[in-house]
């Protein structure tokens, strides 16, 4: 009796589904229509950076919203998440995160959680995140939610996002998904040196801007138009 061996060589599996093989049943749903976000709104309006497509391919936006507005979870524009609030349009979320420069490891702090899709792209990223979410509701049904979905490296305050987060700064990178008519003082001092925060600026009409710290000096560029929920707290009194 004869035998007939093959030598077969081992499979490599891209980083995405290696990343897949431990995620909840969530990661596996929709997965169409995220690619179909990626493709026909990130990549054409200048989304670019490989590592910040590959996370929103992952993060299951639907897991993040509401039962009656999952339909609509991979739409290019916002979404009510309750409280007044919603969850941002994933073309800006994009933005803003691709303007950060994530690498594994930085610090990076969010004002603003609501529904924590940001913190969860963030994540993906290799970012150590750090969440600040006024309305206590909305920062307990985001925790629950990330936590089901094993977003595990994500730190949660209930405050007012003017104050930051003085205790665990200095920070890589600051996000806003709130709207401040100025910027809060109390964040540009939590900014490392040599980093940026990246916010929408205004009440009517708002912009959203880019500011990288240098020393006493600050280089501001202009991201364009942005329509935002207004930051509510200490900024607005």
Do not use: C
Request: proline share 6%; aromatic share 10%.
């Amino acid at each position: 009796m004869s035998f007939l061996f093959i030598r077969l060589n081992p499979i490599k599996l891209s980083p995405i589904f290696e990343k897949y093989m431990s995620k909840p049943s969530k990661f596996f749903e929709r997965q169409e229509e995220r690619d179909a976000l990626v493709n026909e709104y990130l990549i054409p309006n200048g989304i670019h950076d490989p590592k910040v497509i590959d996370a929103f391919r992952i993060v299951p936006r639907h897991a993040l919203v509401g039962t009656k507005a999952q339909d609509e979870a991979y739409q290019d524009y916002p979404l009510s998440i309750g409280l007044q609030q919603t969850i941002s349009q994933p073309l800006v979320v994009a933005k803003m995160t691709q303007g950060l420069g994530i690498e594994k490891g930085m610090k990076i702090l969010e004002i603003g959680t609501g529904s924590g899709y940001q913190a969860a792209i963030l994540q993906e990223l290799g970012a150590e995140v750090y969440t600040v979410e006024i309305l206590a509701l909305l920062s307990f049904q985001a925790q629950k939610n990330l936590q089901l979905l094993g977003y595990t490296n994500i730190h949660f305050h209930i405050g007012d996002g003017y104050y930051g987060w003085p205790s665990m700064a200095p920070f890589d990178g600051i996000l806003l998904t709130a709207a401040p008519d100025q910027i809060p003082k109390p964040l540009i001092q939590q900014l490392r040196n040599n980093r940026k925060l990246i916010l929408p600026l205004g009440k009517e009409t708002q912009q959203l801007m880019e500011v990288r710290k240098e020393g006493d000096n600050f280089h501001w560029d202009n991201l364009g138009p942005v329509s935002f929920v207004g930051m509510v707290g200490r900024v607005d009194s």
